[in-house]
């Protein structure tokens, strides 16, 4: 039995998306609650958990190399419990996975999770009574995020049929959360010193459907705007028939609202996208960003894409070609098509050879360096105002603008020094493809 004064370490490895993340913040939370000890070591812990990603096989085979490492601890004993959380485990279903990895203790799927630390404390553990399930709109949250930065996860799932997505299959239809729940973790995490919030979900322009169309997307940012202390507030995955006339004024008029917008579109042929059971083409995508652009000056803009999606002949990819050209996106992600059992693209005829996805994708992003590049240069001798990530040496941090959201966008390096989650002002000094350069003013 554990000296009862010992407050059992526990870690998490997060795998995948920021919805992801929100979730293992969450367990981080629950387990802090009942007296555990959060850490950042898996070497060093009692409790282990992956939480998993198996959305495509990439993500899946890199879940299943961090289980073998953390099942290698287990046989050693370096660790008492291993459990292996989220995607991976509604992708193959609880046995599978524990059959997989004979080492793991438990393994959850997303909608499970409130049962995660109940379990723990049954088992070998045992050190509390497990009051019954614990309410996930506690939202205690152990953040993983940079200082001064969080995650906003809005709803859960998703309700639209993209021929080539796993995610309503592993993470069900859409679910958004009641508005009220939002508002009041919102300013929790500004109590707790967050100045960036940055909202998520499978289809943030959803929000709402799912709950009778009472709200929606803008009757939470009117309420988000007014949490005090907040600064900056990003919109990650947007949906493009989504964006409403209602939301684009907010972006123009709200000051709080970063002029940042990420909208996966993932290709511009109307084929392809009919293909992948998307609306939209080309022509209309130009027309609502010189629209976007029109109706926000400066906002940031932010795509990814797909290469060699089943049926994409030299013409559908030369569709592609021309419309980063002229799109001249801000920020760009391109991915190579994966071919996912049990999605409706996984049987489609006309498939592209892995090295041509793959040649597909490089030539793009060497394309987007090009504008991206461009874009940033114009930037030089300005001022802006930037969150402090981290220090870089001794004379340098790393920061980000209103146009760069953490992980997946470029930065800038800053020479002079102030603390992360500051929000300080920059001159800009210079620029390289994806970052720029400046000094404190
Ligand atoms: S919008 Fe499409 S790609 Fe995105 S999660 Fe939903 S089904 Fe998948």
């Known amino acids: 039995m554990l000296n009862t004064r010992y407050k059992p370490r526990v870690c998490i490895i997060n795998l995948g998306c920021p919805k992801n993340q929100v979730d293992a913040e969450e367990i981080l939370g629950a387990f802090k609650h009942r007296g555990y000890r959060p850490v950042h070591d898996p070497e060093n812990t009692d409790i282990l958990i992956v939480n998993t990603c198996a959305f495509i096989r990439p993500a899946e085979e890199e879940t299943l190399?961090?289980?073998?490492?953390?099942?290698?601890?287990?046989?050693?004993?370096?660790?008492?419990?291993?459990?292996?959380?989220?995607?991976?485990?509604?992708?193959?279903?609880?046995?599978?996975?524990?059959?997989?990895?004979?080492?793991?203790?438990?393994?959850?799927?997303?909608?499970?999770?409130?049962?995660?630390?109940?379990?723990?404390?049954?088992?070998?553990?045992?050190?509390?009574?497990?009051?019954?399930?614990?309410?996930?709109?506690?939202?205690?949250?152990?953040?993983?995020?940079?200082?001064?930065?969080?995650?906003?996860?809005?709803?859960?799932?998703?309700?639209?049929?993209?021929?080539?997505?796993?995610?309503?299959?592993?993470?069900?239809?859409?679910?958004?959360?009641?508005?009220?729940?939002?508002?009041?973790?919102?300013?929790?995490?500004?109590?707790?010193?967050?100045?960036?919030?940055?909202?998520?979900?499978?289809?943030?322009?959803?929000?709402?459907?799912?709950?009778?169309?009472?709200?929606?997307?803008?009757?939470?940012?009117?309420?988000?705007?007014?949490?005090?202390?907040?600064?900056?507030?990003?919109?990650?995955?947007?949906?493009?028939?989504?964006?409403?006339?209602?939301?684009?004024?907010?972006?123009?008029?709200?000051?709080?609202?970063?002029?940042?917008?990420?909208?996966?579109?993932?290709?511009?042929?109307?084929?392809?996208?009919?293909?992948?059971?998307?609306?939209?083409?080309?022509?209309?995508?130009?027309?609502?960003?010189?629209?976007?652009?029109?109706?926000?000056?400066?906002?940031?803009?932010?795509?990814?894409?797909?290469?060699?999606?089943?049926?994409?002949s030299r013409t559908e990819y030369q569709e592609l070609v021309s419309f980063i050209k002229q799109a001249r996106f801000d920020r760009l992600g391109v991915f190579p098509y994966w071919r996912e059992k049990g999605t409706p693209a996984a049987t489609m005829l006309g498939r592209i050879s892995a090295p041509l996805r793959k040649r597909r994708q490089h030539e793009l992003m060497d394309l987007q360096a090009g504008i991206s590049r461009q874009r940033l240069v114009s930037f030089v001798g300005s001022k802006m105002e930037c969150l402090v990530e981290e220090p870089s040496g001794q004379k340098h941090i790393i920061a980000r603008t209103f146009r760069d959201a953490p992980e997946v966008d470029g930065g800038i390096i800053v020479t002079g020094r102030a603390r992360p989650g500051e929000i300080i002002q920059v001159r800009v000094t210079g620029s390289t493809d994806h970052d720029l350069t400046g000094v404190i003013l």
């Open 65 to 312: 190399q961090v289980l073998v490492e953390a099942a290698v601890l287990k046989r050693q004993r370096r660790i008492k419990i291993l459990i292996a959380a989220s995607c991976l485990v509604s992708k193959y279903g609880e046995k599978k996975v524990r059959a997989a990895i004979p080492e793991l203790d438990y393994a959850f799927p997303p909608g499970k999770l409130e049962c995660l630390v109940a379990a723990v404390e049954k088992s070998a553990l045992g050190r509390r009574v497990v009051k019954p399930g614990f309410s996930k709109e506690r939202n205690e949250r152990v953040l993983l995020s940079s200082p001064g930065t969080a995650y906003l996860k809005i709803a859960e799932g998703c309700s639209r049929k993209c021929t080539f997505c796993l995610i309503p299959a592993l993470r069900g239809p859409l679910h958004s959360r009641p508005i009220d729940a939002i508002v009041g973790e919102a300013e929790a995490l500004a109590a707790e010193g967050v100045r960036e919030l940055i909202l998520v979900a499978q289809d943030i322009t959803s929000y709402g459907n799912d709950l009778g169309g009472r709200f929606g997307l803008t009757d939470l940012l009117d309420r988000l705007v007014k949490v005090p202390s907040v600064h900056w507030i990003r919109l990650m995955y947007v949906y493009p028939d989504g964006i409403s006339a209602g939301l684009i004024q907010r972006l123009a008029g709200q000051s709080k609202l970063c002029k940042y917008l990420d909208m996966p579109l993932q290709h511009a042929s109307r084929k392809i996208l009919r293909r992948m059971g998307r609306s939209g083409n080309g022509d209309k995508f130009l027309k609502l960003i010189a629209h976007l652009r029109q109706q926000v000056p400066g906002i940031a803009l932010r795509t990814t894409l797909i290469t060699g999606f089943p049926g994409e």
